[in-house]
């Protein structure tokens, strides 16, 4: 019997170039159908097949509070009866800037736009015009949005694919883009003596979550603080998916480096589509209307979005958030481990807070280099198996996981006993 999942597939691809509006959810990585999701509920999705899921994905980052937070749908809800959206200021917007700027003290202003992508690329488009220069510097498998500078060497859905690089993109636009190897400080020092007065930002994911999950080597972003700070180059922290995510303070306040500029998303917007870039008040103030870089949007600031997001920003501020999500993550991770081992199966794991990455290699990567050398074949016969024990994991084995709120000591060791199934059937 055909199932549902496998129709809207079948007639998704008649309509949608290969079916899906983001690449990674075509499961092209790891064979498949696609999963279409009905609905959310805590830690919880249930596909259209009526199958129920312990999610791990999370809408790749967002649900840190689980789905349909009665709190989060309330905020959205009352907002919505006062109208969509206006194209013009609104109070909410003035409420979530003030609370970005008073979370991350390295914002002095913020811009509020739709989405990563657009908050990454009026970022590089800022430094470039702050600094005057052309050049940025970014690593290799970090993912900073689908922005035409920035699709060389990048990771998520591009890396799963096997295609660093994006046709459609002349190579007179990736020229003044430098690529660097992550985790490298020798060959980042060396670049700057050679090119420091050209370099206008060093943009980076300060724990990277797009070619799987890599955690910075001791000194390797504190180098890159001084390096900037020494030849005037802008430092952009990409904090779209860290960002209120592997702690309070994001990736920046967990390591104490201030960067010049910080991205935002995902978290921010609490499920619907908000992005934000700010910094210091001399390089924010460049901006339009006051300074000669264009940025607009006109759905930025959408007063529903915003309204998710403020929810959720409120809701995480809880004591002992993060320690109790960070230990169930712990939990999970040891206990994976556990279950490999016990089965002679090769499996390393890591996290920060709740955002964790799996590994079929005997020690945890620390570059794109490493991360290659993974077992991507067994990585895509264990996620068909968790998969059909009622665990949904990301369809690729670059993309980080991330546990909510919601999860709680049942759904670990659900997953765990799934893992222990799954392990066993690898290896008979």
Known sequence: MTSRNELLFEASQRYIPGGVNSPVRAFRSVGGTPRFFAKGQGAYITDVDGKEYVDYVGSWGPMILGHAHPEVIKAVTEKAAFGLSFGAPTEIELEMA??????????????????????????????????????IIKFEGCYHGHGDALLVKAGS????????????????????????????????????????????????????????????APGFL??????????????????????????PKGAQGEFGITPDITTL?????????????????????????????????TLSGNPVAVAAGLATLKLIQAPGFYARIAEITKTLLGGLRSAANAAGITLSADHHGSMFGLFFRDAVPTNY???MECDRERFKHFFHGMLDEGIYLAPSAFEAGFVSAAHGEKEIEKTIVAARKVFAKLTS
Do not use: W
């Open 265 to 297: 998303g995902k978290i921010i917007g609490g499920g619907l589509p908000v992005g934000a870039f700010g910094g210091k008040k001399e390089i924010m103030q460049k901006l339009a209307p006051l300074g000669p870089v264009y940025q607009a949007g």
């Open 222 to 247: 504190e180098t890159m603080r001084d390096l900037c700070t020494k030849h005037g180059a802008v430092l952009i922290f990409d904090e779209v998916m860290t960002g209120f995510r592997v702690g």
């Open 98 to 135: 003030e609370l970005l700027c008073n979370l991350l003290p390295s914002m002095e202003q913020v811009r509020l736009v739709s989405s990563g992508t657009e908050a990454t690329m009026s970022a590089l488009r800022l430094a470039r015009g702050f600094t005057g220069r052309k050049l």
């Open 369 to 371: 280099t490493e991360m």
């Open 157 to 216: 859905g591009a890396l799963t694919f096997g295609n660093p690089d994006s046709a459609g993109v002349p190579e007179e636009v990736v020229t003044n883009t430098l690529v660097l190897r992550y985790n490298d400080i020798a060959q980042l020092t060396e670049t700057f003596a050679e090119l420091g007065k050209n370099i206008a930002a060093v943009i980076v994911e300060p724990i990277a979550g797009n070619m799987n999950f890599l955690h910075p």
